[in-house]
Every structure is written in structure tokens, then in C-alpha cells.
């Protein structure tokens, strides 16, 4: 399906321009009445903000992530852009390194863009979301999944929203299966990152919620070789499951220490486990993992196939590495130009913007959901535990692991 019949498909509020505006009147409509006024900026770019690990140990998801906002960016700007402004992005690499975020968010505030699309990685953006918060700079979220992230600053105030499902979903979610399965001895291994961190904090409070906590917790760092004297631990305390959660080769570490010790419990986890370092570093040891996911790469519904098989030909690959990744940075692109083209006067400051995402417009029907409000004063993440489903490594690749999941998958959920 081609860019443009997807927009009439989705019922898209881009406006068109010259003749495709003529053809489609019904989408001009949509256009604020100030843009049919002279605009000395009608010809120039409007910028985007692109922040994220596109380099070094993090790049498997951070350019997924980023490839999937080319797609949408060229895909509206084919059809004329904002108004007829190409978006423009303006990349940075925070290679997953909190120092170099930093300092690469303070260039994107700098250089005006009229909003930021990005970060992978909890510390990474735990660190530079003062920054966005400080110059009314709207922050749209789309990997990055510690709690804190969109908790650090009152709603009503923030600046920074977000289109991945945040760990204090997540983890209830996970540790509602595998009760439901069963397994309630849990053993929790977590990095000491941002990430880790706040993962452990989500998932003993869900165990908690349920009159449970972990019999073993295992703290390492990243990039540890060798967890076998933990996972003897856990093992002693008595554990039937292991609750990862931690975003590179440690979780391979974790199955191919437990495969070594003939040790055959199942390893959870949230979006991680679905990450390349885990599937092709596990093996046949990540086999059967179990994991929160917003989005598998299964063709169920006209939307998702028309994204998979555009994603495929345009950066010619036969798999996405980290599909959520991209999924939620296609659809944050499409949430931010929705808004945009919200704002009936012109205004494109930060908190025009801000208010933009935080009302009300057309109803969005993406990839990942169906978007009728993401966000609000009161809430700025755009993810609900009904979005979520189980995925599960079965021949180095994820499924869903419930046959009544991939049926549910044919219908994308609304915010609840």
C-alpha cells in the first residue's frame, strides 16, 4: 500500500498541498486558517529532534528506533509535510552513554527544534530530561521504559511524554502470568543501571501487591561475563522462575548460565528478552523466555502488515531486530505531527506544543494502538496494561505466546 492510501486509509489529518490538497479536500479541511496567509517560513524545513544509541552496545534497538521515524518523517513528507514544511530531523547519537546524552540534548535544544523523538536507555534519559524540561522543549519518549522517566516532574508541568509502556506496567503484567503459570518463587536478577534499578523496584512492589517477595536478588553490572554463582544462589533459595531485567548481552549471560548448570527454569522479563543480544547471544538457551511486548511482527491487520513489509523494502532487511523499537518511534512521529496540526494559530513554541499533545485531536490509528487521546495534563504516558501481550522466544524469533493474543492482535487496543 502505498504512503499516500495509507493516509486516506488511517483517515489521516495531514494537510496536503497544491494538488493532492485539491484531490482531498476533506483532509485540507484540517489546515488552520492562518495557512493560507503568506508564510516567509512556508518553504523552510521544520525540525525534529532525534535522540539515541546509534552506536555502540545499545544500537540493536536505538536504530531500529530511529529508522522507524525516517519511515514515518518520509512518509509525510511525500505527502506534503507539516503545511507544506518538510520535517527535517535532526539526529544525534547519545551512543547510551548518560555524559554524551547530555550534551547532545543540549545541542538539539539549541539548534530550535520544535520537539525531541528519542532515548533507548533509562540512566541515559534520567539524566538529560532536565534539560527538555528546562527550555519547554516537548520530549516524546519512544524506548525507554524506567518508571521514573515520565514520573520525575508533576504532569501538569512536564515536558516529557512517552509512547513505550513504562515498567510499572510491565512488571505487574509479567508477574501476573507467571503466577497464573504457577511459578511464584521468584528470583529477580537486575544491572545496576537506571534501567535495572528502577526494574527491580517495579517488580517487588508487583510481587508485593500479590503477598510475595523474591526468594533471591541478584544485583551485577553491565557487561559482566559470569553470573553462575548467583544463579547457584537462586537456585538454593528455592526459585521455579528468573524475573531479568537488564538491557544487553547480561540476559544471554543469565540463559546460558542456567543452561550450564542444567538449571531448566524459565526466564521472564519485560521488552528486553526480545532484544538480539538475548535471542542470538541465548540461543537455544533463550528458548520459551517469556516477555511484555507492545508489538510483534506479525502481519495481523492491514495496519501492521503495510508497516512491516514498508519498513522491509525501505531499509531492505528481512527482520527487524527490535520491532517495538521501531513501531513506537514510527507512531510517536505521526502523535507529534497530529498535535502539530492541532494548533490553529501558528504557534510552535514549546508550550503550544505541550498543550498540542495534551488535547484532544483526531483519532490516530497506529501501529502499535489506536491513539484517540495518548496523552493528557494529567498523564503523559500513552501506554496501558491492555496494549500489552506475552511474547515468547520459539525458534529465534518472537510469537505471541498465547494462541488468543495473536486473535486479539487482529483489533488494536485503545487507551484504557
Known amino acids: 500500500?502505498?504512503?499516500?492510501?495509507?493516509?486516506?486509509?488511517?483517515?489521516?489529518?495531514?494537510?496536503?498541498?497544491?494538488?493532492?490538497a485539491a484531490a482531498f479536500p476533506a483532509l485540507a479541511q484540517t489546515a488552520p486558517a492562518s495557512a493560507a496567509l503568506p508564510d516567509p517560513q512556508a518553504r523552510s524545513s521544520l525540525k525534529i529532534g532525534v535522540i539515541g544509541p546509534f552506536t555502540g552496545p545499545s544500537a540493536d534497538f536505538g536504530?531500529?528506533?530511529?529508522?522507524?521515524?525516517?519511515?514515518?518523517?518520509?512518509?509525510?513528507?511525500?505527502?506534503?509535510?507539516?503545511?507544506?514544511?518538510?520535517?527535517?530531523?535532526?539526529?544525534?547519537?547519545?551512543?547510551?552513554?548518560?555524559?554524551?546524552?547530555?550534551?547532545?540534548?543540549?545541542?538539539?535544544?539549541?539548534?530550535?527544534?520544535v520537539a525531541t523523538i528519542g532515548f533507548c536507555n533509562t540512566g541515559v534519559a534520567m539524566?538529560?530530561?532536565?534539560?527538555?524540561?528546562?527550555?519547554?522543549?516537548?520530549?516524546?519518549?519512544?524506548?525507554?521504559?524506567?518508571?521514573?522517566?515520565?514520573?520525575?516532574?508533576?504532569?501538569?508541568?512536564?515536558?516529557i511524554f512517552r509512547t513505550s509502556a513504562p515498567d510499572s506496567i510491565q512488571a505487574p503484567f509479567v508477574v501476573q502470568d507467571i503466577l497464573k503459570r504457577g511459578w511464584?518463587?521468584?528470583?529477580?536478577?537486575?544491572?545496576?543501571?537506571?534501567y535495572g534499578e528502577a526494574g527491580l523496584k517495579d517488580?517487588?512492589?508487583?510481587?508485593?501487591?500479590?503477598?510475595?517477595?523474591?526468594?533471591?536478588?541478584?544485583?551485577?553490572?553491565l557487561g559482566v561475563k559470569d553470573l553462575s554463582e548467583e544463579l547457584k544462589a537462586a537456585r538454593a533459595a528455592g526459585?521455579?522462575?528468573?524475573?531479568?531485567?537488564?538491557?544487553?548481552?547480561?540476559?544471554?549471560?543469565?540463559?546460558?548460565?542456567?543452561?550450564?548448570?542444567?538449571?531448566?527454569?524459565?526466564?521472564?522479563?519485560?521488552?528486553?528478552?526480545?532484544?538480539?543480544?538475548?535471542?542470538?547471544g541465548g540461543k537455544e538457551a533463550a528458548e520459551g523466555s517469556l516477555m511484555a511486548q507492545t508489538f510483534i511482527a506479525e502481519p495481523s491487520n492491514e495496519r501492521r502488515a503495510s508497516f512491516l513489509t514498508s519498513y522491509a523494502r525501505k531499509f531492505k532487511v528481512k527482520r527487524i531486530p527490535v520491532p517495538m523499537a521501531a513501531a513506537q518511534g514510527y507512531d510517536a512521529v505521526y502523535i507529534l505531527v497530529y498535535a502539530l496540526n492541532g494548533i490553529r494559530n501558528g504557534n510552535l513554541s514549546g508550550p503550544s506544543v505541550k498543550t498540542a499533545l495534551e488535547t484532544k485531536n483526531r483519532t490516530y490509528y497506529g501501529v502499535v494502538a489506536t491513539y484517540d487521546q495518548p496523552f493528557s495534563s494529567k498523564d503523559k504516558d500513552a501506554m496501558t496494561?491492555?496494549?500489552?501481550?506475552?511474547?515468547?522466544?520459539?525458534?529465534?524469533?518472537?510469537?505471541?505466546?498465547?494462541?488468543?493474543?495473536?486473535?486479539?492482535?487482529?483489533?488494536?487496543?485503545?487507551?484504557?
Open 239 to 280: 526459585a521455579n522462575v528468573v524475573f531479568s531485567y537488564t538491557v544487553g548481552p547480561e540476559n544471554a549471560v543469565i540463559a546460558r548460565g542456567r543452561q550450564a548448570l542444567n538449571w531448566k527454569v524459565p526466564q521472564v522479563g519485560a521488552w528486553t528478552l526480545s532484544f538480539p543480544f538475548f535471542i542470538d
Open 203 to 221: 517488580v517487588e512492589k508487583a510481587l508485593l501487591a500479590k503477598n510475595l517477595t523474591p526468594v533471591h536478588v541478584s544485583r551485577f553490572p
Open 184 to 194: 511464584n518463587q521468584v528470583a529477580v536478577f537486575a544491572d545496576t543501571s537506571g
Open 127 to 159: 539524566k538529560s530530561l532536565q534539560v527538555f524540561q528546562d527550555a519547554q522543549n516537548p520530549l516524546i519518549v519512544p524506548c525507554a521504559t524506567g518508571t521514573p522517566v515520565t514520573s520525575a516532574y508533576a504532569p501538569a508541568q512536564s515536558y
Open 63 to 113: 536504530l531500529p528506533m530511529l529508522n522507524g521515524i525516517q519511515q514515518a518523517v518520509d512518509e509525510i513528507n511525500a505527502v506534503g509535510g507539516y503545511l507544506g514544511r518538510q520535517l527535517e530531523i535532526v539526529r544525534k547519537d547519545d551512543q547510551a552513554n548518560p555524559e554524551v546524552g547530555l550534551k547532545m540534548s543540549q545541542e538539539l535544544v539549541a539548534e530550535k527544534v
Open 1 to 20: 500500500m502505498s504512503a499516500l492510501l495509507r493516509y486516506i486509509h488511517f483517515g489521516a489529518a495531514l494537510t496536503l498541498s497544491g494538488v493532492l
Open 385 to 416: 496494561e491492555n496494549m500489552l501481550v506475552m511474547g515468547m522466544v520459539k525458534n529465534s524469533a518472537i510469537t505471541f505466546a498465547y494462541p488468543e493474543d495473536a486473535k486479539r492482535n487482529l483489533f488494536v487496543q485503545r487507551k484504557q
